[in-house]
Nanobody
Framework: QEQLAESGGDTVQAGGSLKLSCVASVNTYCMAWFRQGPGTEREGVAVIDSYGVTSYADSVKGRFTISRDKSKNSLYLQMNSLKPEDTAMYYC????????????????????????WGQGTQVTVSS
């Protein structure tokens, strides 16, 4: 059974930075970070494929950076300029197969695109 383990969540002040890490038991084509805030649905934050191609939610573009180290089976999320609305449980996810758009493969940004999930790490941003 595939396992993912997140770490790095903390409480920080607005404008601060955090780096989340995730260690996976195997490498997959797609890896992603999702988050779920109080009273909200889980949303995709950032995705990265095995070639390093990335995609971000509009709400985090320019502030968050996703990266992965395949040699360590690890995924990272560098979060800068944090805002109170970034407060959420952050989840690492892994998916074996991407989506085909007729000309190339890409990693989807919905929960249904990912088979494996971590338990989450809490990020709280105070104003």
């Amino acid at each position: 059974q595939e396992q993912l383990a997140e770490s790095g969540g903390d409480t920080v002040q607005a404008g601060g930075s955090l780096k989340l890490s995730c260690v996976a038991s195997v490498n997959t084509y797609c890896m992603a970070w999702f988050r779920q805030g109080p009273g909200t649905e889980r949303e995709g934050v950032a995705v990265i494929d095995s070639y390093g191609v990335t995609s971000y939610a509009d709400s985090v573009k320019g502030r968050f950076t996703i990266s992965r180290d395949k040699s360590k089976n690890s995924l990272y999320l560098q979060m800068n300029s944090l805002k109170p609305e970034d407060t959420a449980m952050y989840y690492c996810a892994a998916g074996r197969v991407g989506r085909w758009n007729g000309s190339s493969w890409y990693c989807g940004g919905t929960s249904d695109d990912y088979e494996y999930w971590g338990q989450g790490t809490q990020v709280t941003v105070s104003s």
